[in-house]
């Protein structure tokens, strides 16, 4: 079965640091990797995802992913943070051939000023 | 184009009432998944369905929930006899029926369910 794994409930960064958001799968097969990002009382947003070819994948509003098949992660990455960042991201996999997406817990990330 | 549209944005039931819950996807959209978000949780996969068809409803308990995606109108997801521990938020998600499971999926801002 597929699984994600997020291992920091809350990721305190200050603005204009790098950041890093650690998320971890398990799947049969080639995985597709997502990042959602979620402000308060919302729906997710889609923010990147992967597929094949680049391990390095490039989303919305200057965030990347780098795909790692032999450490099974997908970390969402951004050079320098912005107060405006501060959310719940969401990791997600979809193993091929299967219809549904199995999220990871979330990561609160803070950014303070 | 409009997102994936959901209503209401709040609902409040009393014990024993039902709940249903409205999903209108992305324009040209086939595919409508439904996820439960408890407090400080990620969200639970509940359902996906295409049009009259339900194509995975592992995630939905096994009582009280159904859902449905007719030919014509919105998918509903339908909560019978509400109990406290169905307080949730309910989130309604789209994608396209072409390019596979690479597919990203399209949410709604959610339905707030609150029971009494």
């Known amino acids: 079965a597929q699984s994600v794994a997020q291992p920091e409930d809350q990721v305190n960064v200050a603005e204009g640091n790098p950041l890093t958001v650690k998320c971890t799968y398990s799947?049969?097969?080639?995985?597709?990797l997502f990042w959602y990002v979620q402000y308060p009382n919302r729906g997710l947003q889609f923010l990147l995802k992967?597929?094949?070819?680049?391990?390095l994948v490039k989303g919305s509003y200057g965030f990347e992913a780098e795909f790692n098949k032999s450490q099974t992660s997908f970390h969402l990455k951004k050079p320098s943070a912005l107060v405006s960042d501060s959310a719940l991201y969401f990791c997600a996999v979809r193993a091929y051939g299967d219809d549904k997406i199995i999220f990871g817990k979330g990561t609160r990330l803070h950014i303070l000023p | 184009n409009a997102g994936v549209m959901q209503n209401p944005r709040h609902l409040v039931r009393r014990r024993g009432q039902e709940a249903r819950l409205r999903c209108s996807p992305v324009?040209?959209?086939?595919?409508v998944y439904w996820y439960r978000q408890l407090p400080e949780e990620g969200l639970k996969f509940m359902v996906y369905l295409q049009k009259e068809n339900i194509i995975d409803e592992s995630g939905m308990p096994k009582e009280r929930f159904s859902a449905e995606f007719p030919k014509e109108g919105p998918s509903i997801l339908r909560i019978q006899q509400v109990v406290r521990g169905d307080s949730a938020a309910y989130f309604c998600?789209?994608?396209?029926?072409?390019?596979?499971?690479?597919?990203?999926?399209?949410f709604g801002p959610g339905t707030r369910l609150t029971v009494l």
């Open positions: 998600a789209s994608s396209p029926p072409t390019g596979g499971a690479g597919n990203e999926q399209f």
């Open positions: 324009k040209g959209h086939s595919h």
């Open positions: 992967y597929i094949t070819g680049d391990n």
């Open positions: 799947v049969s097969g080639n995985p597709y």
